[in-house]
Structures are given as structure tokens and as C-alpha cells.
Nanobody
Framework: QVQLVESGGGLVQAGGSLRLSCAASGRNFNSKAMGWFRQAPGKERAFVAAISYSGGNTYYAESVKGRFSISRDNAKSTAYLQMNSLKLEDTAVYYC?????????????????WGQGTQVTVSS
């Protein structure tokens, strides 16, 4: 089993930055790919970014490419999402997720473990 706890969300002005963290406990973090998803009010959960088990491969949604960066520190069992140039439409609850596989995926149903989410609100 893997437990995931997100942190780092909050209120930020448009154009600002935030870094989300996802701390994992349990076994074999360094053999699991990680992903970030988000859910805005009234919308379905959407893929944001993913990273392979080693950090060697990353994948981004088009809407965040060039602004967001996913990374991980396997020694700390933590994944990160650096969010720059934030826009109003980035407002959502952000979830991290882990999957029992080495490779990245943009499909939420391919992830086995989920955090509780952290709110990110971008204001004008």
C-alpha cells in the first residue's frame, strides 16, 4: 500500500508560482510512476503531468506545457509539481497519484493510489 499526502496549495495571483509536494509512505515509491491531476468545480478530473519511476521521462497536458514542471526525489519519497505563470483557469483541486508501473500515463484509471487533494486558487 502507498499513502499520498499533497501540500503546497493556496491562493496566488495570476502570473505567480506555487510548488506542490506529494509525500508518499509505504513500499517501493521508486518503482512507481507518479502523476498529477486536477479537478475544477463542475468539471471532470483532468490529467496535468506524469513522471516515470526514475524521473527520466515526463509528460504534460498541453494546457500546462512550458509552465509546469514535474519532478521527484526518490530518496525523500516525494513528487513535486512546480507551477509557474499561473492562470485563472488553473484553479482546481490538485491530486497526486501513483501507479504500479514504471512508465508514465495520462489515464486516471491506470493509477492505483491517490492523495486527498490540495486546493489551488488563482486570483486576478
Amino acid at each position: 500500500q502507498v499513502q499520498l499526502v499533497e501540500s503546497g496549495g493556496g491562493l496566488v495571483q495570476a502570473g505567480g508560482s506555487l510548488r506542490l509536494s506529494c509525500a508518499a509512505s509505504g513500499r517501493n515509491f521508486n518503482s512507481k510512476a507518479m502523476g498529477w491531476f486536477r479537478q475544477a468545480p463542475g468539471k471532470e478530473r483532468a490529467f496535468v503531468a506524469a513522471i516515470s519511476y526514475s524521473g527520466g521521462n515526463t509528460y504534460y497536458a498541453e494546457s500546462v506545457k512550458g509552465r509546469f514542471s514535474i519532478s521527484r526525489d526518490n530518496a525523500k519519497s516525494t513528487a513535486y509539481l512546480q507551477m509557474n505563470s499561473l492562470k485563472l483557469e488553473d484553479t482546481a483541486v490538485y491530486y497526486c497519484a501513483a501507479r504500479n508501473d514504471y512508465t508514465t500515463s495520462y489515464l486516471s484509471n491506470e493509477y492505483n493510489y491517490w492523495g486527498q487533494g490540495t486546493q489551488v486558487t488563482v486570483s486576478s
